[in-house]
């Protein structure tokens, strides 16, 4: 895989995605955008690549051509283009499983879009990606220099996260993320914290038992096998600059627990990292962003921080 390119999807074309891509480049990373290069912003200079191993340098956009059915309206999603948006990523990942690519960097996709559009039947980027990698169970993690954030459960209704988050499933994910940490991020010992279900870590059951009865225990058997991890802790407590030089990642109950604090540290240079994969793949922070596609004012930093991480990791592998 050496000297293999990241490779950049278009994502929703009707979004910010191609407008950042075009953006990351004329910033001095360097990729491959995977798309339509109609979609591109008028103007755009880019050349097609056909060999993957195409040294990249300045000048033009390097563009691996994947043609979808029509053209882009921005801020208004195209029926018709929802199968190019799937293609995409498929192409992508085969291309990375293939070794002609180094590590997959996802621009954004509207999932209500490709639902409409081609029957997705996935709940995200993330669940999509592990069916294609053929893997039973990934892990979500959002990054920025000053936290990482692992949310357990994931996009469901906040009534489910409770029975969802079965001691099953925390074991799995702390134990996919610890890897991670090792493997991906060059952390010799990482450290955990585990936030608890409910306030105050359910305070000694007065608010709820499943911190004591399935948290605790769990945490205390991962301890005796010599991993570094605390917790049920409150979660109210834990996203403060002293607590969060106590850990290398803080692993969550569910979704808002996660993405609130590191939103709040680093709104625009997050990065949505998949662990678990047999492969890189990393993701700007944000969403489409229909309100302000096409008028150029669309803030790259979270891609530009994502293509950043995707190098990063794959040089670390």
């Known amino acids: 895989m050496s000297g293999a390119p990241v490779l950049l999807t278009s994502g929703d074309p009707a979004g910010i995605g191609p407008e950042i891509a075009v953006k990351a480049w004329a910033a001095g990373s360097r990729f491959v955008w995977l798309g339509d290069p109609r ?5 755009t200079a880019w050349r097609e690549i056909s060999d ?29 283009n929802a199968a190019g948006v799937i293609q995409v990523i498929e192409r992508a990942v085969a291309l990375v499983i293939a070794g002609q690519a180094s590590a997959v960097c996802t621009a954004p996709i509207n999932k209500k879009a490709l639902k409409d559009g081609a ?27 000053d936290l990482r954030v692992v949310p357990v459960t994931i996009h469901i209704p906040l009534s489910e996260v409770p029975a969802a988050l079965t001691a099953e499933l925390l074991e799995d994910t702390i134990r996919i993320t610890h890897a991670a940490l090792i493997r991906d991020f060059g952390l010799t010992h990482p450290r955990l914290a585990v936030a608890g279900l409910n306030p105050h870590a359910g305070e000694g059951g007065a608010m709820g038992w499943e911190d004591e009865r399935m948290i605790r225990p769990l945490v205390a058997r991962l301890t005796a096998e010599g991993m570094a991890i605390r917790g049920p802790l409150s979660a109210d407590t834990m996203f403060h600059a002293a607590a969060r030089a106590g850990y290398d990642a803080a692993i969550c109950a569910y979704h808002d627990q996660a993405l609130i604090p590191i939103k709040t540290l680093d709104f625009a240079g997050g990065v949505n990292v998949t662990l678990g994969l047999p492969f890189v793949r ?11 596609a096409g008028k150029g ?8 921080a994502a293509l950043r991480m995707a190098q990063e990791m794959t040089a670390r592998r």
């Open 39 to 43: 979609h591109l912003p008028d103007g």
């Open 52 to 80: 993957l191993g195409t040294p990249l340098t300045s000048g033009p956009l390097a563009v691996l051509r994947h043609d979808f059915a029509a053209p882009a309206l921005p801020g208004q999603p195209v029926p018709g």
């Open 119 to 145: 029957g997705f039947a996935f709940p995200g980027h993330t669940e999509f990606l592990a069916h294609l990698a053929g893997v039973n169970r990934v892990v979500m993690m959002l990054a920025c220099p």
């Open 297 to 304: 004012v669309a803030d790259p930093t979270s891609l530009l």
């Open 282 to 292: 990393t993701s700007p922070d944000h969403g489409t962003a229909y309100d302000i």
